[in-house]
C-alpha cells in the first residue's frame, strides 16, 4: 500500500454530490488495508464581522450561517452514513475556517499520510474566484493528494502514471501501485516533447532508446511489489492532452503524476502540468510530492 498506510487517511467531503466518490473510495480504501479513516467537513464562514457593521444586520447574517451549518452537518452526515454507517458518520469531525488552509492544517494535525477529496468540475470563473479546493489543496500540501471524481465508486483498477524519470514520478508510480487492488494494471506513460525537426532521425531513434531503456528499468523496479500488472508506453505532444486522451482511449480511472520540489512560491505555482492536468481532468488525479528531505 502507499507509504503513508501506517497513518491516517484524511478524507475531506463538504456533502456535495461532487464528494460521493471521495467517500466511497475512503471507504474501500481503509477496508483494504486496515487504514484509519479520519472524516473532516469545513464549516466556512460566509462572512466575517467588521467595524461599523450594523449590529442587527449581523445577527441576520450569524443567524443564517447557522442555518446554513446545520443543513452542510446533516447532508455531510447522511452521505457518510450512507456510505460507511451511522458509527462512522458520528465520528465526522467539523471545523471552522478557510477550506483549503483547514484541511492542509487537520492533515498535520492527524498525522495523515494521504489527503482525500472530491475533484469538482469548475469553469473560469470559478478559478478567478479561487475556488479549485483541490488544486488549492495539492498546492499546500506536503503530502500525497488523491483528488476522486463522482464516478469512481471503488479502488482504482487501471492506473497511468506519467513518468519524465525524476524521482517524484517514480515516487508517484510507486506510491498509485499501493491504491491498486490485486489485478489491477499500472500504465507508465511517458510523454516526449513533439518534435518538427525532419533532419534528425538519429537523435529521435536514440531518444527512444533511451526511454525505452528507462522505463524497461523502471518496470523491472516495480514488479513483484504488488499483484498489479506493470507495462508502458511512450506518448508524442502536449503532456496533457496526451495524457487525457491516452486515458479515454483505455479506460484508465487514474492518472498519477509527481510534483517537483520548489521554494514557497514555486509550490503556490505547482508546475503547469499538475495544474492543467487538475483543471481538464474528466478522471480522478494521484498528485504525489517528492518524498521529505532526510533530516540530519
Known amino acids: 500500500m502507499f507509504s503513508g498506510q501506517n497513518r491516517p487517511v484524511l478524507l475531506a467531503t463538504d456533502g456535495t454530490d461532487e464528494a460521493v466518490g471521495a467517500v466511497a473510495v475512503g471507504a474501500a480504501l481503509a477496508r483494504a488495508t486496515l487504514t484509519s479513516l479520519r472524516m473532516l467537513s469545513v464549516l466556512e464562514p460566509a462572512s466575517y464581522s467588521f467595524a461599523g457593521v450594523d449590529p442587527a444586520g449581523s445577527a441576520a447574517d450569524a443567524a443564517a450561517e447557522s442555518e446554513d451549518e446545520g443543513r452542510i452537518r446533516r447532508t455531510v452526515t447522511s452521505q457518510v452514513a450512507a456510505v460507511l454507517g451511522d ?15 483547514t484541511i492542509v ?10 489527503i482525500l477529496l472530491g475533484l469538482h468540475p469548475h469553469d473560469i470563473i470559478a478559478r478567478l474566484a479561487g475556488e479549485e479546493t483541490a488544486l488549492r489543496v495539492a498546492r499546500t500540501a506536503e503530502l500525497p493528494v488523491l483528488c ?12 497511468l502514471a506519467a513518468v519524465d524519470f525524476s524521482p517524484a514520478s517514480v515516487r508517484a508510480a510507486r506510491e498509485a501501485l499501493g491504491l491498486a487492488p490485486a489485478g489491477s494494471t499500472l500504465t507508465l506513460v511517458h510523454v516526449r516533447p513533439q518534435t518538427s525537426d525532419r533532419n534528425a532521425p538519429n537523435s529521435r531513434a536514440n531518444y527512444s532508446s533511451g526511454v525505452g531503456d528507462a522505463l524497461a528499468r523502471l518496470e523491472q523496479s516495480l514488479a513483484g511489489e504488488y ?5 508502458s ?3 508524442e505532444g502536449a503532456p496533457v492532452p496526451e495524457l487525457l486522451n491516452y486515458a479515454l482511449q483505455t479506460g484508465a480511472e487514474l492518472i498519477a503524476l509527481g510534483t517537483h520540489r520548489h521554494s514557497l512560491v514555486g ?4 508546475g503547469s502540468v499538475a495544474t492543467d492536468l487538475l483543471r481538464a481532468a474528466t478522471l480522478s488525479v494521484f498528485i504525489v510530492p517528492p518524498a521529505p528531505r532526510a533530516v540530519g
Not at 465526522?92 to 478557510?98: E, L, P, Q
Not at 492544517?105 to 494521504?114: D, I
Open 148 to 159: 476522486v471524481t463522482p464516478t469512481l465508486r471503488h479502488l482504482p483498477r487501471h492506473i
Open 233 to 235: 508506453v511512450t506518448l
Open 87 to 101: 458509527d462512522a458518520a458520528r465520528e465526522v469531525h467539523f471545523a471552522r475556517g478557510r477550506v483549503v488552509p
Open 267 to 270: 509550490r503556490l505555482m505547482l
Open 105 to 114: 492544517a487537520e492533515s498535520r494535525k492527524a498525522g495523515a499520510g494521504l
Open 227 to 231: 499483484p498489479v500488472t506493470i507495462k
